[in-house]
C-alpha cells in the first residue's frame, strides 16, 4: 500500500508500538512525525530510521503530550515541516496507579487533545482535505484487568470518545475517519511496568497475577499491532470502528448491538 504524499503524526512513536507503527508508516513512503517524551530514545529512533529510509522523511519531535500547549505546536511544527497532515495516531500511553491522575492527562486527555488538534487541521470544518484518526485503547477496555482499575477506566474512555466522534464527524460531514485500537499484552517496555512499585502502587502485589495472565493469553509482537493500524488506516470504509488484536483471534472487530429505542 503507498501512502506517498501523506503526512502523519504520531504520539508515543520513539518505542514500543509507535516505532513499530512509524517503520509501516515510511515503508508505505508516507513522511512521520515522531511525538514523544523520550528525547534519547527519540533520537536514537530517528537516527535509524534515517539511516534506512533517507533524511527528510522522519521528524522528531519531543513532546509532553500532556502539556496542551506542547501538544499543539508539535501539530504546527509538522504541518510547517511537511506542509500538510493526513494521518493522526493518539497512541502515547502509562501505566500508573500509583500516579493516577498523571494516568487519565495523558491515556484520555491528551487524546481527546490529540483528536480535536488533528481535526483543527484535517477536517473539512476547518477548510481542510480530511484524513484519519486511529486512538490506542486496549484489551484491557473488555477484560478488565483486576490490577489497574485507572488504567481500564481510560482505556474504556478513548473507545467512548472516539465512537462519539466517528459519528459527529459522519454527522457533521468532516471527512475525517476516527477509529480505535485496542491490543492485549505486547511486547513493549511498558509491560515492565507491572513489576515497579512506582507505577503500580498497591496494586503491585499482584504483580504474579498479571504475569499469570500474561503466559494464559501470550502477549503480541509490535509488527502485528503495526499491520492493523495500516489496515485501520487505509480501509476507507471504516469510521467509529473498534479493532482488537489478541492473540488467539488476531486482527479482528467488536461487534456492538444496533441501537434501538
Ligand atoms: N504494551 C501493551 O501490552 C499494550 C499497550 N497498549 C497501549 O499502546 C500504547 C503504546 O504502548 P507501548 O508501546 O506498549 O508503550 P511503551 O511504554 O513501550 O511506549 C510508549 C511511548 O509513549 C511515550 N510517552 C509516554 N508518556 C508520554 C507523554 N506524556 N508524552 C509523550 N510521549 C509519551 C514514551 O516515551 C514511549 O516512547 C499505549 O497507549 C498503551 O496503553 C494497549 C494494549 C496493550
Ligand atoms: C503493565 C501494564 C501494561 C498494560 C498493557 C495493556 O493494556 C494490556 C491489557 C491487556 C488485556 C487485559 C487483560 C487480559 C486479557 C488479555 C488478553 C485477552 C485475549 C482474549 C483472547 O481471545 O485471546
Known amino acids: 500500500m503507498s501512502l506517498n504524499g501523506k503526512v502523519a503524526l504520531v504520539t508515543g512513536g520513539a518505542q514500543g508500538i509507535g516505532r513499530a507503527v512509524v517503520q509501516s508508516l515510511l515503508q508505505s ?3 512521520v512525525a515522531v511525538v514523544d517524551l523520550n528525547k534519547t530514545c527519540g533520537e536514537e529512533s530517528k537516527a ?3 539511516a534506512e529510509f533517507g533524511e527528510g522523511n522522519c521528524n522528531f ?3 509532553d503530550v500532556s502539556n496542551g500547549d506542547a501538544l499543539r505546536d508539535a501539530f504546527q511544527r509538522t504541518v510547517e515541516q511537511f506542509g500538510r497532515l493526513d494521518i493522526v495516531i493518539n497512541n502515547a500511553g502509562i501505566n500508573n496507579e500509583k ?3 498523571k494516568t487519565i492527562q495523558v491515556n484520555l486527555t491528551s487524546v481527546i487533545k490529540g483528536t480535536y488538534l488533528a481535526l483543527e487541521h ?3 470544518e476547518y477548510g481542510k482535505e480530511g484524513g484519519t484518526i486511529i486512538n490506542v485503547s486496549s484489551m484491557a477496555a473488555f477484560l478488565h484487568s483486576p490490577h489497574q482499575p485507572v488504567y481500564t477506566a481510560t482505556k474504556h474512555g478513548v473507545i467512548g470518545f472516539t465512537r462519539a466522534m466517528a459519528d459527529a464527524s459522519s454527522q457533521g460531514d468532516y471527512g475525517v475517519r476516527i477509529n480505535v485500537l485496542c491490543p492485549a499484552f ?3 517496555p511498558l509491560l515492565h511496568s507491572v513489576e515497579h512499585e512506582d507505577n503500580m502502587g498497591k496494586f503491585v502485589k499482584f504483580k504474579d497475577d498479571f504475569k499469570r495472565s500474561m503466559n494464559k493469553f501470550g502477549v503480541l509482537q509490535p509488527a502485528l499491532i503495526a499491520e492493523g493500524m495500516m489496515r485501520l ?5 471504516l469510521n467509529g470502528a473498534v479493532m482488537k488484536i489478541t492473540c488467539s483471534k488476531g486482527i479482528h472487530f467488536h461487534t456492538y448491538e444496533p441501537m434501538s429505542a
Open 29 to 31: 513512503s508516507a513522511k
Open 48 to 50: 535509524q530510521l534515517d
Open 61 to 63: 519531535i519531543p513532546c
Open 99 to 101: 500516579n493516577w491522575e
Open 122 to 124: 484535517m477536517s473539512k
Open 186 to 188: 505486547v511486547d513493549t
Open 233 to 237: 488506516i487505509v480501509d476507507s470504509t
